[in-house]
């Protein structure tokens, strides 16, 4: 298999200022500019490949710069630090304005979580689908019509639906038109951002079976953001674990899930609520997230909410480390490690 | 267990009148909580869970009316109550988490107040000791710094913390029976692991029964004791959790079981449910509203639903549902 998209050490960190009023803004004309202001590390050096034709998982609470770091290898914002290949082409070092009109930026598209916010209110499903082909295909006319309705059908989207517009369309419906627009410019990497988040359970079934077999059809790699882990296990191959801004787990997502390493990922796992199942001893997280702002290189993220955090924790960042096929940052990951006979 | 029930709503329905039409959302509504007992309320979205949560609580829309049943709670028929009535009931006896915390709570107070304003109106808490136990409120649903947070407005908050805060005002009067409408929709799945949590281990202190909305068939599962399984302004069916889960008996709760991605090995396994919810606008429509997507649809769905089954705790609206198993059918006769 070839490497799709190569993403090394990217880095996204977000000034915060000192708060409104004059004084601080006078303060802040006077002490260095925005680089001497503290820094939330949404996204803290992440690495991790996608191959051709693979499905890879994202998965972690909000908070964990899950959509910061999509919306940086997407490269609708840009990065603070590191690099983004997709096949040969570097793009990291392109500013995400002039991006938007690059002949590469076909290759990779997005669908956002709720089309019914995404698409724009006043465009007719029409619309919304051939806006892509019109900027970056330049396709007008017949071409663009048939281009149109050939990504709709391939969608399932009946074609009498494609004058309405988003309001007047159901959920899995308008699911539908974000998807054939993201795939409209047939991209290589199609990025999805919890596509299946605002359905019911019967229309989520259908959407996802629409994925996978456009993924055997179309033959796109993709990135799978989502926080429902039974999802992400149905249709990944590989998974990402993120928290604070950090990698914390990666590896084959039946194993992932199956026997977690990290503590953050049998958290995540035991928190899946099941219907066979009842709720009683779990494992339970306690405390809060420690904050993102300028956090202290040394200790663990995770260290405070951890059940098995010791002072080993607070001296020594864990670092990634491979386990045949997985990667996992924790001091104790050995630990869970089960057992070959 | 023969309790008196905490609430039993008996048939309700209700009308919404609409520019293109009455919508008839809920027809025929009829379950149980007992005290102490947590019940789901499952189903789609427009399957009317919300608007029975609604009704009961007496804050349906104007548009919507009542036109059938009783729901009643300690000998008083809240359908049919007067507003002051209500008024006393609820936050009192009866208390709801809403979906959306951020927006259910008052942008403009300090949480702290909200929650003393609930125990100076419904808990007999004389005003000067409201705050501190309002502080005592936010440090039991497990609010860290509770002093400090008791000052604090909403949008200061992350939303599990806001959500924290309106299970703090719900319980803060002690109430009989609560309800939780999606409460943890939109939360992260380690975060809504603890607040379910936290209102199931509340519930159970405080002997509360609590009647928990949700479209999450599995959190369901996990939580409660029953689940009353709704579609179209149905009760298709209403069973124990571990009868419902292993042997549904309705052909739409075996379909919504088979479509719940936890239970399926691979995505090929995961069944989709053909077609949508019916029109409620139609006058034509079937007495049986899931007959038109049904793969077991007999003659018999013509006539008005039964409600019946294998025994007075499972209860089936079909005329042709999926066989009993031998375990439970076993249970059911020596009952």
């Known amino acids: 298999m070839t490497t799709l998209l190569d993403v090394a ?24 500019g925005p680089e001497a202001l503290p820094k939330v590390h949404a996204v803290d050096d992440v690495s991790f490949t996608i191959e051709k034709g693979e499905t890879v998982g994202l998965v972690g609470e909000s908070g964990c710069g899950k959509s910061t770091l999509v919306r940086a290898l997407t490269r609708l914002i840009d990065v603070s630090d590191g690099t983004i290949k997709l096949g040969e082409r570097e793009l990291s070092r392109k500013a995400a304005r002039v991006f938007a009109r690059d002949r590469d930026r076909a290759r990779i598209q997005m669908v956002f979580q709720d089309a019914g916010e995404s698409v724009n209110p006043r465009f007719t499903a029409f619309d919304a689908i051939a806006d892509p082909l019109r900027r970056l295909r330049k396709l007008r006319g017949n071409a663009l019509t048939w281009q149109v309705e050939t990504v709709a059908r391939q969608c399932g989207l009946p074609l009498q639906l494609l004058t309405r517009f988003p309001h007047q369309l159901s959920g899995g419906q308008r699911a539908r038109v974000g ?19 605002a359905l019911d359970v019967s229309v989520q079934v259908v959407i996802l ?48 899930f199956d026997h977690p390493l990290h503590p953050y990922t049998r958290a995540l796992v035991a928190a899946v609520p099941r219907l066979h199942e009842n709720a009683g001893e779990r494992l339970r997280l306690t405390g809060e997230p420690r904050s993102p702002i300028d ?24 670092a990634l480390r491979s386990f045949g096929s997985r990667r996992v940052a924790c001091h104790f990951a050995e630990e869970f490690l089960p057992q070959r006979t | 267990m023969a309790a008196t029930p905490a609430l039993s709503v008996e048939g309700l329905s209700v009308e919404f009148r609409t520019r293109s039409g009455i919508v008839r959302a809920l027809d025929n509504v009829s379950f149980s909580v007992d005290k102490g ?26 548009a919507g009316k009542v036109t059938a049943g009783r729901a009643m709670l300690d000998g008083l028929d809240l359908l049919h109550a007067s507003p002051s009535q209500l008024a006393d009931v609820r936050g009192r006896k009866i208390a709801m988490i809403f979906q959306n915390p951020r927006t259910a709570l008052n942008p403009i107070r300090p949480v702290g107040q909200q929650i003393a304003d609930v125990l100076i109106r419904h808990g007999n808490v004389p005003r000067k000791e409201a705050p501190a136990q309002a502080v005592e409120m936010l440090r039991s649903v497990g609010i860290t710094d509770p002093a400090r947070r008791a000052k604090a407005y909403p949008f200061e908050m992350s939303g599990g913390m ?16 609560l309800i939780a409408d999606e409460p943890t929709t939109g939360l992260d799945v ?32 996990q939580r409660s004791s029953r689940i009353v399984v709704m579609h179209a302004g149905h009760v298709v069916e209403n069973a124990p959790t571990r009868e419902l889960s292993t042997n549904p008996r309705h052909p739409y709760t075996a379909e919504l079981i088979a479509a719940t991605p936890d239970s399926a090995a691979s995505l090929d396994e995961l069944a989709s449910i053909p077609g949508s919810l019916p ?30 089954g294998g025994s007075i705790s499972h209860i089936v609206a079909c005329w042709n549902p999926l066989p009993a198993s031998s375990e439970f059918e076993a249970k059911a006769s020596a009952a």
């Open chain 1, 179 to 197: 998807i054939a627009r993201a795939i409209a410019v047939n991209p290589e990497l199609l990025v999805l951002d919890e596509p299946t988040a």
């Open chain 2, 162 to 177: 806001c959500q924290r805060v309106m299970i703090g005002i719900a319980l803060a009067a002690k109430p009989w029976l």
């Open chain 2, 190 to 221: 380690t975060t809504q692991a603890v607040i379910m949590d936290l209102v199931n281990d509340l519930a159970s202190q405080m002997g509360m029964a609590t009647i928990f909305i949700t479209h999450d068939l599995a959190l369901a599962g």
């Open chain 2, 37 to 62: 007992e947590t019940i789901a309320l499952v189903g789609e979205s427009g399957s009317g869970k919300s608007v029975t949560a609604y009704a009961v609580m007496g804050i349906l829309d104007p």
């Open chain 1, 209 to 256: 079976q629409l994925l996978q077999q456009l993924k055997k059809e179309i033959g796109m790699s993709y990135l799978f953001v989502s926080h429902d882990l039974s999802v992400v296990r149905l249709l990944c191959d590989r998974v990402l674990v993120m928290y604070l801004g950090k990698v914390v787990e990666s590896g084959p997502a039946k194993e992932v």
């Open chain 1, 9 to 32: 050490d990217v880095s996204k960190l977000f000034p915060v200022g000192g708060g409104p009023g004059f004084f601080t803004r006078f303060k802040r004309r006077f002490s260095g």
């Open chain 1, 295 to 318: 956090p202290d290189p040394k200790v663990c993220r995770f260290y405070g909410r951890c059940p098995r955090g010791t002072d080993a924790c607070t001296t020594a960042m864990p």
């Open chain 2, 279 to 308: 029109d409620l606008r139609r006058t034509d429509l079937p007495p049986c509203r899931y007959s038109e997507r049904c793969p077991r649809k007999i003659d018999a769905c013509a006539q008005p639903l039964p409600y019946a």
